[in-house]
């Protein structure tokens, strides 16, 4: 063949195929940013051992420069390694970007324990198909393997123990591990452990480590359970453990469970301190041989030192059996004396009147007409006394000096002429000194020296608490008494001296004993004036006072008390002071001491205590030879809650009328009084303002009488009634205090108040009255019984009766000095005349005063009344004017009915009594006009009184309105009309 022909088909050939094939002029080129020294394309990766997909660094891509066709896309990528198997393949995502997903191969499955790290070559292909496909230049690839967390942790022990000393802060308690069985290092590490009890005072650290955040006592929890966790680094949270810490009660000699309060209910029984207290003895400690623990109730808060009674000095004395002689030289100001106004005082509703004396101006001045200041060879001086030294008063420990003032509580001294001291008490420095200057006439005793002055350093005298104390003269002799004991004189306490008697001088006209200060005649001047609280000062003159009823006078109404005497085990003993409020009880063991302790009992036998808080510590020992532990002081309280108060209500008639010869002999104006008692229960917040006071009150200037107490209807408050019977408590409810106040005051030329005398006599009874023309007061502390007794057979005694007109009387009772007082019962009383000719009606009307309804009298009385009260009575008489007239109205307006009902009546029936018309005018009767006003009916009449001189008659009221018949029915009206005198 011809070689052009040859080769132009081979040209045309190679040009056809060439036309027809697909141009591959590069090969692929794997896409790295990390390279090795080389310019070898680098990649990182790393799987977890469960998981499926590598995690490459940078992310895999390769590309190809062709621009036509299959060349330039990216179909498969080749791993090639020496090792023999490699557990990966890698997914094309995208050809166009050549993007690669190197993952392990299916029903592959790493382990990190055989395998950590793979290291291998891979390349990239286009997607021309063999023999003309290209690859790429390698890279490669290191895949790190990373275990799985396949485990939880693990404590090592499900429970854990630990103690906890009490009151400690501890900083390892205990200490709980977990492990992990992951083999990795980043999966087996704990990371932390956790409480996940509520509220417990404790925190772990993260080595688990347990801690205590505040102290706890074994008395508060025996013991914490805790329960807690692990975690690992992972996240994975453990199953729970358990730490149980005991708290260890720390071992000291002591008690414990006693209670932190007492609460006593008035009118209980004894209440025990405790019934569950233990005493403790630590091992260890030495061989015990004594216990001794003192029981202490501190009640110097409390009215003067304790819950005493709270009636009145006079009627503790009569409770106590002392002479009736005895005179109360600082009085409670009532309507017979208000000389003890002038310093300031209390109300005395927690026990005797209290006066305050500043030490400067504060003083009283006994009046010479109520008592002789003179004293006898025998006497009795008693008072409480409250008073606190100053800087540079002497005691017992220092030098005595003569620094400091006198302060008199009590001194007779000349008037005039002269500043002789006849007799005196008085505090200097911390002596109390009694000074006693004989009189004498007889001149063989004026030169000789005689005892005049005793003195006593006493602790009490400056410690600001109140004291009791009395001086007992039976010439030459004088015994001190300091709350009921007797003070024993010795070289240490006690001096007396001797001086010579007072000489009679004619300088000196009369003398003044005054309270609080001593009265210089000469200068007349007082000085040396007492600062301090005084209460219950009193004198008996011409004997002395048994020790016993001084002691009564000082017994505490609220005392601890011992219950089980006959059964003290052997060897142990308790004693206690004077006033029960100190017990000490001592054992050879702390058992048997414990058992006594739980025998001790607080009681107070007061019907209204003081309500409040009393304290109570217990000092306990223990002595080991010639040892003694002191434990530390126990303290808590009783807490006396408030009583029922009594509701005194006092109930009778208020109009009372008497003829007027039983009025000159004396008419009984209160048979009808009743007094009864009921029982208020209080709630919170309604407590007496005089109830509250668990500290001493400051004494203030108000000297105002208490205030009445409402009515408990009013109040609507839970009320226990009094009832009647042999367990009624109002029979054991005493008064103490009565008034009967006249309104207006008595004129004791014509009239006066009578007390039945012979009665309190006969009867035995502690009541005693005082009259005044303001009115009478009976005192003392009795029974209702007796007071009624007494009220209801006062006499009021007019000896001119005929100007008698209406007078008023209010009454008004009390108990324990005011602390709680009775309504008020106010009572008319009015004369009447007997059987005469001329008989006269007296309108009656009723107006209110203190919640009582009085009789009024006619027009022309009520003149009167105003006449003899004054201006006061005014109004009063306004009112009765204007009730009188209505009355009339109203009664003539009734007549003027029955005259005519009477004229349509048959003339057979004209002989007949008058009778009321119903059918006409309904008339309702006042109860109390009915008992003034009787019918026919009654067998017992009278006539009323003539008013003929009055312009307000009633015949002329008839008269006036020009009824021809007007009169007759008058006079038939007033013989119907008549007082019924059997109740009077």
């Not at 100001?333 to 310093?343: D, I, Y």
């Not at 005049?452 to 600001?464: F, K, P, S, T, Y």
Request: proline share 4%.
């Amino acid at each position: 063949m011809d070689k052009r022909l040859v080769l132009f088909v081979y040209i045309v050939c190679f040009g056809l195929v060439s036309s027809t094939s697909e141009p591959n002029a590069y090969a692929p080129e794997i896409i790295s940013s990390v390279f090795n020294s080389r310019d070898i394309p680098l990649f990182q990766g790393t799987v977890r051992e469960d998981e499926t997909v590598v995690h490459l660094e940078p992310q895999l891509f390769a590309r190809d420069n062709d621009t036509v066709g299959s060349a330039r896309l990216i179909c498969r990528y080749e791993i090639v390694s020496n090792i023999k198997k490699i557990p990966f393949v890698i997914e094309v995502k995208n050809r166009e970007t050549g993007e690669g997903l190197l993952k392990v191969h299916e029903g592959e499955r790493l382990s990190y324990e055989k395998r950590k790290t793979y290291k291998f070559n891979i390349f990239a292909f286009d997607c021309v198909d063999p023999p003309y496909d290209k690859k790429s230049s390698r890279a490669v690839v290191t895949v790190k393997v990373v275990a799985a967390d396949r485990s939880a942790p693990v404590f090592e022990k499900t429970t854990y123990n630990a103690d906890l000393q009490e009151g400690v802060l501890s900083q390892n308690i205990t200490q709980v591990k977990a492990i992990d069985r992951d083999a990795a290092a980043e999966n087996s590490a704990i990371c932390g452990y956790d409480i996940v009890s509520d509220e417990a005072p404790f925190t772990i650290t993260s080595n688990g480590i347990i801690k205590n955040t505040k102290a706890i006592y074994h008395k508060d929890a025996y013991n914490y359970i805790l329960k807690i966790r692990a975690r690992d680094c992972a996240g994975k949270v453990s199953e729970p453990a358990y730490v149980n810490i005991i708290v260890k009660e720390t071992c000291t000699n002591g008690w414990t469970d006693f209670p932190d309060h007492i609460e006593y209910t008035p009118g209980s029984e004894y209440k025990y301190l405790t019934d569950s207290a233990r005493l403790h003895v630590c091992a260890g400690s030495c061989v015990i041989d004594r216990v001794s623990v003192r029981v202490n109730l501190a009640t110097n808060h409390i009215g003067k030192g304790c819950d005493r009674d709270t009636y009145s000095i006079l009627s503790q004395r009569k409770l106590c059996g002392a002479s009736d002689e005895s005179v109360d030289l600082l009085p409670t100001a009532t309507l017979a004396s208000n000389w003890t106004n002038v310093v300031p005082s209390d109300d005395g509703n927690d026990g005797d009147r209290i006066f305050a004396f500043d030490g400067k101006s504060h003083h009283v001045v006994v009046p010479d007409a109520y008592t002789d200041h003179h004293l006898d060879s025998h006497f009795t001086i008693s008072t409480w006394m409250k008073h606190s030294g100053h800087d540079d008063l002497v005691t017992k420990d220092t030098k005595p000096h003569h620094h400091g003032n006198k302060e008199h509580l009590l001194c007779m001294s000349d008037g005039d002429g002269m500043n002789r001291h006849h007799y005196a008490l008085f505090v200097h420095n911390s002596k109390l000194v009694f000074l006693l200057r004989r009189e004498s006439s007889d001149p063989a005793d004026l030169e000789v020296f005689k005892p005049a002055e005793w003195r006593w350093l006493l602790d009490e005298v400056n410690d600001g608490r109140w004291h009791h104390y009395a001086l007992s003269m039976y010439f030459p002799e004088l015994r001190l008494l300091v709350d009921g004991k007797v003070v024993e004189a010795n070289q240490d306490n006690f001096e007396m001296l001797d001086d010579w008697p007072l000489h009679p001088t004619d300088k000196v006209h009369y003398s003044k004993l005054v309270i609080g200060a001593c009265w210089k005649g000469l200068d007349e001047t007082f000085a040396d004036h007492f600062q301090g609280y005084l209460a219950g000062l009193s004198l008996l003159k011409g004997r002395t006072e048994s020790d016993k009823v001084i002691q009564c006078l000082n017994n505490c109404q609220e005392n601890l008390e011992f219950t089980d005497l006959e059964n003290m085990p052997s060897g142990t003993s308790v004693s206690f002071n004077s006033e029960k409020t100190e017990f000490t009880i001592t054992g050879h063991n702390a058992s048997d001491v414990e058992k006594l302790v739980h025998k001790v009992a607080y009681i107070n036998n007061r019907n209204f205590p003081t309500p409040g808080r009393r304290n109570l510590n217990i000092r306990t020992s223990f002595h080991c030879g010639d040892t003694e532990e002191i434990l530390p002081l126990l303290e808590t309280y009783i807490f006396v809650e408030h009583s029922n108060r009594p509701i005194i209500t006092m109930s009778g008639k208020q109009v009372v009328m008497g003829y007027r010869d039983t009025l000159e002999t004396g008419l009984d104006i209160f048979r009808d009084v009743n007094i009864h008692v009921d029982f208020m229960l209080l709630t919170n917040g309604e407590e007496n303002r005089n109830d509250t006071d668990s500290e001493e009150e400051e004494i203030g200037n108000d000297t105002s009488p208490p205030k009445q107490q409402t009515d408990v209807k009013s109040k609507n408050v839970p009320v226990v009634h009094s009832g009647g019977s042999s367990e009624d408590p109002s029979s054991h409810f005493l008064l103490d205090m009565c008034t009967l106040r006249a309104e207006p005051v008595l004129d004791f030329y014509v009239e006066h108040l009578e007390l039945p005398k012979r009665d309190i006599k006969d009867f035995n009874m502690k009541l005693e009255g005082i009259e005044t023309a303001a009115g009478l007061v009976i005192l003392n502390a009795d029974t209702i019984a007796n007071y009624l007794t007494v009220i209801r057979h006062i006499r009021y005694v007019h000896t001119h009766a005929d100007n008698l007109h209406m007078r008023n009387f209010v009454l008004s009772c009390s108990s324990q000095s005011g602390r709680f007082v009775s309504n008020e019962l106010s009572v008319s009383v009015g004369s009447l005349e007997r059987d005469t000719e001329e008989p006269r009606v007296v309108p009656v009307a009723r107006i209110q005063s203190n919640g009582a309804q009085q009789s009024i009298q006619d027009p022309k009385f009520s003149h009167t009344l105003q006449g003899a009260a004054g201006t006061n009575f005014g109004m009063v008489a306004i009112i009765v004017v204007c009730v009188g007239f209505l009355l009339f109205m109203i009664v003539l307006g009734v007549l003027r009915i029955r005259a005519a009902h009477h004229r349509r009546r048959p003339a057979n029936e004209s002989g007949q009594e008058m009778e009321w018309d119903n059918s006409e005018l309904n008339i309702i009767v006042n109860p109390i006009d009915q008992e003034l006003f009787e019918y026919e009916e009654n067998p017992r009449k009278s006539t009323l009184p003539d008013d003929s001189d009055t312009d307000d008659d009633v015949s002329d009221g008839f008269h006036d309105d020009g009824n021809e018949s007007s009169e007759e029915e008058a006079e038939t009206y007033k013989k119907t009309l008549e007082w019924d005198d059997s109740a009077y």
